[in-house]
């Protein structure tokens, strides 16, 4: 069965910085794309970045282009959003997928906040 699990979020400081991690199993990471989604309070589901299969080529929406970076750990099979420069917007709880499965860990929730 997979299974995405997300952990690393709370609560941060504007200007701060919180590395996610994205630990799937079931799949054999590298062999999927993975995207990054959030959704901040009473608003829709937002695309934020992509990991690409086998690649690991990157892309980012333009509302965090220079901000986050993800990178891989294909031995641990696990994904890590870096997010730097947070600011309260980006208050959300942030998601990993498999587009290509529908599949969607439960979230873990970052607070930009003084």
């Known amino acids: 069965e997979v299974q995405l699990v997300e952990s690393g979020g709370g609560l941060v400081q504007p200007g701060g910085s919180l590395r996610l991690s994205c630990a799937a199993s079931g799949i054999t990471i590298s062999s999927y794309g993975i995207s990054w989604v959030r959704q901040a309070p009473g608003k829709g589901l937002e695309w934020v970045s992509r990991?690409?299969?086998?690649?690991?080529?990157?892309s980012y929406a333009d509302s965090v282009k220079g901000q986050f970076t993800i990178s891989r750990d294909n031995a641990k099979g696990t994904l890590y959003p870096q997010m730097n420069s947070l600011k309260p917007e980006d208050t959300a709880v942030y998601y990993c997928?498999?587009?290509?499965?529908?599949?969607r860990g439960q979230g873990t929730q970052v607070t930009v906040s003084s």
């Open positions: 990991i690409n299969r086998n690649s690991g080529t990157t």
């Open positions: 997928s498999i587009p290509s499965s529908g599949r």
